[in-house]
């Protein structure tokens, strides 16, 4: 995604740098603390600018971090985050009170002779300039979050039926779903796996000796009936 860019670039710190990323992910690495602040606020997540950031895995230009206060992971690109915490911003000073200003007209007479004093005339407080206005908020942002990964596990039974099952990040697997084992055959062999490729073969090899044992048997056993039968019906 593109960076967002903030007004007052010269006093906007710089962003994490090449050197930076390669420093946050060895300390990744290693299992050391990698923290990061946030550029701008987001209001979404009630996150101010300079928040602070765990950083949990760098990819490129690219670097997941879990803000402080939430439960979530989100990624953000190296020009929006920070190695430094954003200076305190100063605080307007307060205008000085203004004064009324007293004005008194005296007229010339003789020193003895005292008159009555003119009116006063109080001059209104000069108007203070309007605080700025702040700037608008950025556009909220989108939380992303990576799906969770699947795990696909193949069942073999002792009378060689076969099963699937799904499991979807750290869930419990659904329920097993039953498949033909010369299917299972197939989709080990699309993946080229050797060790996988041996251990269903096997299992179905073992599964289709035993089915002909068992055919072989049944055959002796309707061959015996057969010519007990044939005795049976000769001795009429």
Same mark, same amino acid.
């Given at each position: 995604?593109?960076?967002?860019?903030?007004?007052?670039?010269?006093?906007?710190?710089?962003?994490?740098?090449?050197?930076?990323?390669?420093?946050?992910?060895?300390?990744?690495?290693?299992?050391?603390?990698?923290?990061?602040?946030?550029?701008?606020?987001?209001?979404?997540?009630?996150?101010?600018?300079?928040?602070?950031?765990?950083?949990?895995?760098?990819?490129?230009?690219?670097?997941?971090?879990?803000?402080?206060?939430?439960?979530?992971?989100?990624?953000?690109?190296?020009?929006?985050?920070?190695?430094?915490?954003? /200076? +305190? %911003? #100063?605080?307007?000073?307060? !205008?000085? *009170? @203004?004064?009324?200003?007293?004005?008194? &007209?005296?007229? =010339?007479?003789?020193?003895?002779?005292?008159?009555? /004093? +003119? %009116? #006063?005339?109080?001059?209104? !407080?000069? *108007? @203070?300039?309007?605080?700025?206005?702040? &700037?608008?908020? =950025?556009?909220?942002?989108?939380?992303?979050?990576? /799906? +969770?990964?699947?795990?696909?596990?193949?069942?073999?039974?002792?009378?060689?039926?076969?099963?699937?099952?799904?499991?979807?990040?750290?869930?419990?697997?659904?329920?097993?779903?039953?498949?033909?084992?010369?299917?299972?055959?197939?989709?080990?062999?699309?993946?080229?796996?050797?060790?996988?490729?041996?251990?269903?073969?096997?299992?179905?090899?073992?599964?289709?000796?035993?089915?002909?044992?068992?055919?072989?048997?049944?055959?002796?056993?309707?061959?015996?009936?057969?010519?007990?039968?044939?005795?049976?019906?000769?001795?009429?």
């Amino acid at each position: 995604m593109p960076p967002r860019r903030r007004s007052g670039a010269a006093d906007t710190p710089d962003h994490l740098t090449a050197e930076n990323l390669e420093t946050l992910a060895v300390a990744i690495a290693e299992g050391r603390r990698a923290t990061v602040y946030l550029r701008e606020a987001m209001p979404s997540l009630r996150l101010e600018a300079g928040a602070s950031a765990k950083a949990l895995s760098v990819q490129g230009n690219t670097v997941m971090i879990r803000p402080k206060g939430v439960d979530d992971e989100l990624p953000f690109e190296a020009e929006e985050l920070m190695m430094k915490r954003l /200076p +305190a %911003p #100063r605080a307007a000073p307060t !205008p000085a *009170p @203004v004064k009324p200003v007293v004005h008194q &007209a005296i007229e =010339p007479g003789p020193p003895a002779a005292a008159k009555a /004093p +003119a %009116p #006063r005339t109080v001059s209104a !407080p000069e *108007p @203070v300039a309007a605080a700025p206005k702040p &700037a608008a908020a =950025p556009a909220r942002r989108t939380t992303k979050k990576a /799906p +969770a990964g699947v795990s696909v596990t193949i069942h073999a039974g002792a009378d060689n039926d076969w099963s699937v099952t799904v499991a979807h990040g750290a869930k419990r697997p659904g329920k097993a779903v039953p498949v033909p084992p010369e299917a299972v055959e197939r989709a080990v062999r699309e993946l080229g796996e050797e060790t996988a490729i041996e251990a269903v073969e096997s299992i179905i090899v073992a599964a289709r000796n035993l089915a002909a044992a068992r055919v072989e048997e049944l055959s002796r056993q309707l061959e015996d009936a057969r010519k007990a039968l044939e005795a049976l019906g000769a001795g009429e």
